[in-house]
């Protein structure tokens, strides 16, 4: 379904390269001259650039001390400095800690216990701050690498089991974890894609997600250096920004979450879309109507994808074929996907699959089945055409705008507020955010906390993503016999 015609699938090795940083360096020395990454305040850069400046920034790195399998943390503005520290430290052998800058004092010091990293590449002064009180010998440094030259070591000597990223999820419990992705995982991920959607050195990507996430970073970022494309990185989004950086560059793709399309949707400018020739859309379902104005305002049949942090990506609808409202699509090339027959949970494996969580084996063995598949903790079913559709989580997350919300974090933190008893938080779809995050309160003593009140309470302890944008006040939350809120009774 997903191979262009004529190609056969059992001849396809997503993992023959070993690993993205040799596979970027063999593309590196094919026209080093042709231009592949541009930020604002850089202008463009070309391969050869990319290849010089990650070596010398791998050789600073190596000469503050770090060697192949230290942890490094990276959260910053998406830059061409950024993509620099951060190819440079994949390198190496470094592991790539990518964390969401709106991350709190409290939420960053759990990743910093937990990962153990001996060096931060970050923007925000309270982070350096932060991070010194807490690790005072870590190398904390901005995404510009200020550290002293050194002679590069031998770099891209690699083993596709090696790790190369650990990225932060969690489940019900809401404590992180951090699921551990090899150098093959990134690959296989990455070329997964680059076959289902065309991908081609001749493309150029706007990319306007963030670089912690695994869209912006494992997808867009990874699948733009593998397959030898360009890409504009731009530091934030809004519709304008992005038409007008399609325009000015000759972009043909563009990905985002439901909330970009959203707003996109909303410009008098939507039509300027039809220039591209691929729009991405994941992270959280895209509504049939949303599906149907960008269709009948630009002409765009957005492609919607289905992946996860321990997994990359999973699934998507064809670029050659129907692109079906609602659904997700076939299995990308490499992923096996079956539903579990009493559950209908999504259980899938894969080279993409992740090598387990950091330090958690008992997580780990509960995260897969007696036969190796993984469980997605997402319930699905298989429509007669084989298009897999996705019902609902297992694991109560919401997600808000792209961005992943654990509900048990949420009502931690809120039932530390004087006027609540109890609390549950679930999410409440919504046309322009997925879902909303929303608060089932149960007030004390009969005194009634506002909205505002509630999100005045959680800045400084939870991200502004995660703060409730609803609230019910409620007598009590419906439990079972057990004590355990049904939160399927809350509406």
């Known amino acids: 379904m997903h191979f262009s015609e004529g190609v056969d699938p059992r001849s396809v090795d997503l993992t023959a390269e070993v690993s993205l940083p040799a596979a970027w360096s063999n593309r590196w020395a094919t026209q080093p001259t042709k231009p592949t990454l541009w930020d604002e305040g850089t202008g463009w850069i070309t391969r050869g650039d990319l290849a010089r400046r990650t070596k010398a920034a791998a050789g600073r790195l190596f000469g503050a001390g770090l060697r192949k ?60 701050r932060w991070l010194a009180e807490q690790a005072p010998e870590m190398t904390v440094v901005s995404p510009r690498l200020d550290l002293d030259d050194a002679a590069a070591p031998s770099l891209d000597q690699l083993d596709s089991r ?21 150098h093959g995982n990134l690959l296989a991920g990455a070329e997964s ?55 000015a560059h000759d972009a043909t793709l563009f990905f ?31 509504s049939a109507d ?30 050659d074929g129907e692109r079906r409202a609602g659904t997700v699509g076939f299995p990308l090339p490499g992923v096996e996907l079956r539903l579990a027959p009493d559950t209908g949970e999504v259980l899938v494996r894969g080279p993409n699959l992740f090598a387990g969580y950091w330090r958690r084996p008992e997580a780990t063995a509960e995260a897969f089945d007696e036969n190796g598949w993984f469980r997605t903790g997402d319930l699905g079913e298989i429509d007669g055409n084989g298009y897999l559709r996705l019902r ?79 609230l019910h006040l409620v007598d009590d939350l419906p439990r079972n016999a057990l004590g355990k809120v049904q939160k399927h009774l809350l509406s």
């Not at 599906?291 to 699934?315: C, Q, S």
Request: with cysteine; charged share 20%.
């Open 69 to 128: 399998g230290d942890r490094i943390i990276l959260s910053a503005a998406a830059s061409v400095d950024l993509v620099v520290a951060h190819v440079a430290a994949l390198r190496l052998g470094l592991i790539v800690v990518p964390v969401n800058g709106a991350y709190q004092q409290v939420e960053l010091a759990h990743i910093v216990g937990d990962a153990g990293p001996r060096a931060a590449v970050v923007d925000k002064p309270e982070w350096v």
């Open 392 to 470: 609902g989580r297992a694991k109560e997350l919401v997600i808000s705008g792209g961005y992943n919300v654990y509900p048990r974090e949420v009502e931690d933190a809120l039932r530390t507020h004087p006027d609540i008893e109890d609390v549950a938080v679930t999410g409440t779809p919504d046309r322009e955010w997925g879902e909303v995050v929303t608060a089932w309160v149960v007030a004390a003593s009969g005194k009634a906390p506002e909205l505002d009140d509630l999100r005045s309470h959680l800045e400084g302890v939870c991200a502004p993503f995660k703060h409730p944008r609803l």
């Open 162 to 182: 090696d790790p190369a990223l650990l990225g932060y999820t969690s489940g019900t419990t809401g404590v992180p974890k951090g699921a551990v992705l090899t």
């Open 290 to 319: 949303l599906h149907r104005r960008l269709e009948e305002g630009a002409g765009v049949r957005v492609l919607e994808r289905y992946g996860m942090t321990e997994t990359i990506m999973l699934v998507s609808n064809p670029y």
């Open 193 to 247: 894609v680059r076959i289902a959607w065309r991908w081609t050195p001749e493309d150029r990507l706007v990319l306007a997600l963030p670089l912690f996430h695994m869209h912006g970073l494992g997808v867009g970022l990874h699948g733009t250096l593998l397959s030898g494309a360009s890409a504009v990185l731009l530091d934030g989004f809004s519709p304008d920004a992005v038409l007008d950086a399609a325009e």
């Open 256 to 286: 985002g979450v439901p909330t970009m399309y959203t707003r996109l949707s909303q410009s008098d400018r939507v039509g300027e879309l039809s220039r591209l020739r691929l729009c991405v859309a994941g992270s959280a379902p895209l």
